[in-house]
């Protein structure tokens, strides 16, 4: 390849056309023409020596060689975008950059509304957007440079995604408010439910691929036991609204469980067994680890998180005596 002549246009390109494997939509994310991208590949295939894409009926796809320059390509091409930002001023008052978020309900409830506040006064030309995808996507989208920031559960990360913990969750059960079973039972809210009153009360399960089990499940199958998942839901929302309005027991992440009882009539209990602490962290990729801008967006999710003396987020290690299961 005679480096001299390579363009670093034609690596924008590239990359782009990786991650649309169409001329079209590769333009229209770069802001290029049909044409334009044609000729671009064109000029680089000539440097490489590689077709790089061929068409297989409706789509383009790579060759083993575009394969193998994928990774290379947009690592430079997130070096130098992260050179350039760093050499670069972010004054959030004047900014109308485009932030993007990826998070669960569970965030977007809890974390956006305060986030709000602060950015109708730090930033009012800026724009938040948060996007809910499964958490196997967090580390796909923050290499492909498609969000700027992720807040999930912790996760096993490559060592080129950086990550704060920020606070520590566990899970609550949650019953509409005079519940029959519970309340024949003498089962006042705060106190753990039993295992076999929690298997004999149908659930909502919140699940984001139909699944019908969960981390307790396992401690159930140990005991002999099995619940019945009556209904599964992609969103902690939709099983806090179908507690209320049924009989169904329901599990959600304690200060989601804390607010949605703020505004529904749902009431909040122990699991039958302990309920294991879960680590909470925002995830970003190491090439913007210095950017400006995203240190700043990184610095307000922190703030709008603040526990001290918060009633929703406050008390994030589970209450004395959860160690043990019910007699």
């Known amino acids: 390849m005679n480096w001299s002549s390579v363009d670093l246009n034609l690596l924008r390109v590239f990359d782009a056309m990786m991650m649309e494997l169409s001329t079209v939509r590769a333009g229209e994310r770069i802001g290029l023409s049909q044409p334009a991208v044609s000729s671009a590949l064109g000029r680089l295939r000539h440097l490489v020596g590689d077709e790089?894409?061929?068409r297989e009926g409706n789509r383009m796809?790579?060759?083993s060689r575009a394969v193998e320059l994928q990774d290379p390509v947009r690592n430079a091409l997130r070096q130098i975008e992260a050179?350039?930002?760093?050499?670069?001023?972010f004054d959030p008052a004047t900014s109308e950059r485009d932030f993007v978020i990826l998070g669960s309900d569970y965030f977007s409830t809890l974390l956006m509304p305060r986030l709000a506040m602060r950015l109708t006064r730090e930033a009012p030309a800026a724009t938040i957007q948060m996007l809910d995808y499964p958490s196997s996507s967090v580390i796909p989208l923050l290499v492909e440079g498609k969000i700027d920031l992720a807040v999930d559960r912790n996760l096993d990360a490559p060592e080129w995604i950086v990550r704060d913990t920020l606070?520590?969750?566990y899970i609550h059960c949650v019953a509409r408010k005079g519940h029959p079973v519970l309340a024949a039972r003498g089962i006042a809210p705060g106190e753990r439910v039993p295992p076999d009153i929690f298997c004999?009360?149908?659930q909502v399960l919140m699940s984001m691929?139909?699944?019908k089990t969960g981390t307790i499940d396992l401690e159930l199958k140990e005991r002999g036991l099995h619940r019945r998942v009556a209904m599964t839901v992609p969103h902690f929302q939709a099983v806090a609204l179908a507690t209320e309005s049924s009989d169904l027991l329901g599990n959600l992440p304690v200060h989601f469980a804390r607010q949605?009882?703020?505004s529904l009539d749902i009431e909040l209990y122990l699991p039958p067994f302990d309920p294991p602490v879960i680590g909470v962290s925002m995830y970003w990729h190491r090439r913007v680890d210095r950017d400006p801008a995203n240190r700043w967006l990184r610095r307000q999710v922190e703030l709008a998180l603040m526990?001290?003396?918060d009633p929703v987020f406050g008390d994030v290690a589970p209450p004395h005596g959860a160690g043990r299961a019910a007699e």
């Open 52 to 54: 790089l894409f061929v």
């Open 61 to 63: 796809v790579p060759t």
């Open 83 to 89: 050179a350039l930002c760093s050499a670069s001023a």
């Open 167 to 169: 606070f520590s969750s």
């Open 200 to 202: 004999a009360i149908p």
């Open 209 to 211: 691929d139909g699944g």
């Open 260 to 262: 949605a009882a703020q």
């Open 307 to 309: 526990l001290d003396d």
